[in-house]
């Protein structure tokens, strides 16, 4: 395999605590990095660097992991603007939209799915994301759902069964069938196309029973477990991702002491979309109130077309500084190795030796321009390992 040296990169953060300044981002200044196609060979001082087949010449740049971006629903079709505009004029979020998007997705073809989401993803991509989760839920049908994830596959290896996003409107005299179809029918078919499961578990979606028969069965079919949690309100979404042990609990938009308490002695990623928050007008919860308690934050766009129509990570960062109290290494790890932790992956999110070799060199001296400097693309080039 040929291998490739960064050499005068101004700052490397390689999220690993055992080389460079000693943090948790592993920070190294005037550094090299080594690279194969597949993994990292070495990092350390620019002087230090050994030779290598090729050499990129990073001029100064600063060096991160990829962006692992946990929570995506990339594949959809339409779009809601509408509804972002009457929110902005004063109209609450309820997830209603959602049955548009179902509508709209209904009525496209594949092939019309697959470029408009191939388009999200080549945005993603650009931004510096080297690894997405995605999720279907906007089908809602047994062959619907085994469809979309079928295309998910197509565009990750991260992919999400969310067959219980809400109750399509076909059963809504009905809403205990649904349940059953999902927990049964649809999960049998979706399961061997997807890694995880997940429920919109909220107001006006799914109640924490419904969500425990559900994902309790997909865990009996061999799948991962994540959450969509407290997103509307506190309706003991988080205490369920806790007591099944899923790997994330997205949103906690509403966290109360006890889930902070929850949180941090268990296993369970608090996965923040701080796009819905600015995409809604609501109010974002605190990063520091949980950080300060020890629990693992993760950051990710939950790029969707009603709540958060967000593809850049950067954009991401920015608020989670500005908006939830995070520092900026706090927000850069959070992006990349929390985002790994949230998918229960150890290859990807870091730069120690062995890791996968997904990088990029931003567009700054210093990863600080990410949040920085909101608004522009920070990010230079993306470097994805062979998989
Ligand atoms: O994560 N809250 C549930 N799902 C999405 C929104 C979906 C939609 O409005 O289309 C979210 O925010
Ligand atoms: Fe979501």
């Known amino acids: 395999m040929s291998t490739r040296v960064v050499r005068h990169i101004g700052e490397l953060i390689t999220n690993d605590p055992s080389v460079g300044d000693g943090t948790k981002v592993g920070r190294i200044r005037d550094a090299a990095l080594v690279v194969d196609e ?4 070495w990092s350390g001082p620019d002087r230090e660097a050994p030779a290598a087949d090729e ?9 991160i992991p990829g962006f692992v971006d ?42 019309v799915l697959r470029s408009q989401s191939v ?27 085994r469809e ?39 999960l049998q078919a979706c399961a061997p196309r997807a890694t995880w499961a997940d429920v919109f578990c909220d107001r006006g979606a799914f109640d924490v029973d419904e969500t ?7 865990r009996e079919l061999g799948l991962g477990l994540r959450l969509h949690a407290n997103q509307l309100a506190d309706i003991g979404a988080i205490a369920l991702a806790v007591e099944l042990d899923c790997a994330s609990a997205d949103h906690c938009t509403h966290v109360s002491d006890g889930d902070v308490e929850l949180l941090a002695s268990s296993s369970t990623v608090a996965t923040l979309l701080p796009g819905a928050e600015f995409s809604t007008r609501s109010t974002y919860p605190s990063a520091r109130r949980l950080l300060d308690a020890g629990v693992c934050v993760s950051l990710a766009t939950d790029c969707n077309p009603g709540t958060s129509y967000v ?6 960062i920015a608020l989670a500084v500005r908006e939830m109290g995070m520092s900026v290494d706090e927000a850069v790890w959070s992006s990349t190795r929390g985002g790994a932790t949230a998918l229960r992956r150890d290859d990807i999110g870091h730069l120690s030796i062995g890791a996968r070799a997904d990088f990029v060199v931003l ?6 321009h990410l949040a920085y400097r909101p608004g522009s693309s920070m990010v230079a080039r993306t470097y994805r390992a062979k998989r």
């Open 38 to 41: 597949a993994r990292v060979l």
């Open 55 to 63: 050499m990129i010449d990073a001029g100064g740049a600063a060096v």
């Open 70 to 111: 946990s929570h995506t629903h990339v594949i959809f079709a339409g779009e809601r603007s509408d509804e972002f505009e009457a929110r902005m004029a004063g109209v609450a979020y309820d997830g209603g939209g959602i049955a548009r998007t179902v509508s709209a997705t209904r009525a496209a073809s594949r092939d």
């Open 119 to 145: 388009e999200r993803v080549d945005d993603l991509r650009s931004g510096g994301v080297t690894t997405f989760e995605v999720k279907s839920g906007y089908a809602l049908t047994v062959d619907g759902e």
């Open 148 to 186: 979309l994830l079928e295309l998910a596959g197509e565009l990750s290896d991260e992919v999400t069964f969310l067959g219980a996003h809400v109750v399509p409107e076909e059963f809504h005299h009905d809403r205990d069938g649904y349940v059953a179809l999902v927990a049964g029918p649809m």
């Open 212 to 218: 425990r028969h559900i994902l309790s069965r997909a």
């Open 311 to 316: 593809t850049s990570m950067s954009f991401v």
């Open 363 to 368: 567009d700054a001296p210093r990863a600080a």
